[in-house]
């Protein structure tokens, strides 16, 4: 099934205060930016971990439009060593990046932005990716093509259905807790193979090999038994990505970042055959 193309993101008709702070990739990162990189530092490893450790209620969803939009004042810029694009501040400016970004994908326009010598050499210093993105392992859709991003604009964490584990969920909380990131978005995708052999696991109770059973046993719960055949594979993969979304959004640290405007965490679905990615609310 194939979503309607209007559904795209869905930023334009959303209003947010703009907020006028340039931290551009080429921004020179402070001292206090490359202490709060390193994992080095006592007090932010234990706050790592008390992002991990909180019960995740499931269930909670996140409303983009509903969150106001703050700059952290962890952020404050330098000046810039080198030209470059605006870095998005906001869970909003980030998903217009992304958005923005697919467009110029799907219509064979794209930018490759920060790539340049420049880029890569202010990036030896720091980064300050504005998304995680959260995606399936598969060879399609690997997310700094499918937004048109380039070095230091994501972080990218991969797993066979968008599946979570302890090591997913730290890698995730990485970004906002570590480094502000004011985005995390689910990115499921037409024609999974991970979520198509758990849904066919499920209905033959056939054990898979290895460490897959494990994959299709998390994402079983998010089977949709309403369909049959190919629509119950395709609504499941909307379901699993909301189910990944509550999770991550009731993450008691990610939680806190959300209720004061600095976090959005949005489901998403990347089309194979049009390319496009829109949202799943
Ligand atoms: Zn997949």
Redesign the pocket.
């Known amino acids: 099934m194939i979503r309607q193309p209007e559904r795209l993101l869905e930023v334009s008709s959303v209003r947010f205060p703009a907020v006028n702070v340039d931290r551009s990739v080429g921004a020179k990162p402070t001292a206090s930016a490359h202490k709060r990189f390193s994992l080095a530092a006592p007090a932010r490893r234990a706050l790592l971990r008390a992002g991990l450790t909180g019960a995740a209620a499931l269930g909670a969803t996140t409303a983009l439009g509903a969150a106001p939009a703050s700059a952290s004042p962890h952020n404050t810029p330098t000046a810039p060593t080198t030209p470059s694009r605006r870095r998005p501040e906001t869970p909003y400016e980030a998903l217009r990046e992304l958005a923005a970004g697919n467009r110029r994908w799907r219509t064979f326009c794209e930018r490759h932005p920060d790539e340049s010598p420049a880029v890569r050499q202010s990036l030896t210093s720091g980064q300050h990716p504005f998304a995680v993105v959260l995606g399936?392992?598969?060879s399609r859709?690997p997310p700094e093509l499918v937004f048109d991003q380039g070095l230091g604009d994501l972080f990218t964490v991969r797993s066979?259905?968008e599946v979570l584990d302890e090591a997913v969920l730290g890698s995730i909380a990485y970004g906002p807790l570590e480094l502000d990131t004011p985005l995390i978005m689910v990115l499921?995708?037409q024609s999974?193979?991970?979520?198509t052999a758990a849904v066919e696991a499920d209905e033959s109770g056939e054990r898979l090999p290895a460490h897959i059973q494990y994959l299709a046993d998390q994402i079983a719960p998010n089977i949709d038994h309403t369909k049959e055949g190919a629509a119950r594979i395709d609504a499941t993969i909307d379901a699993n990505v909301r189910a990944i979304r509550s999770r991550l959004a009731a993450e008691p640290d990610l939680a806190a970042r959300i209720a004061d405007g600095r976090l959005a965490v949005v489901g998403a679905r990347y089309e194979l055959t049009t390319q496009r990615v829109h949202r799943i609310c």
Do not use: F, K, Q, Y
Request: charged share 10%; aromatic share 0%.
């Open positions: 399936c392992i598969d859709v066979a259905g499921g995708h999974c193979g991970a979520v």
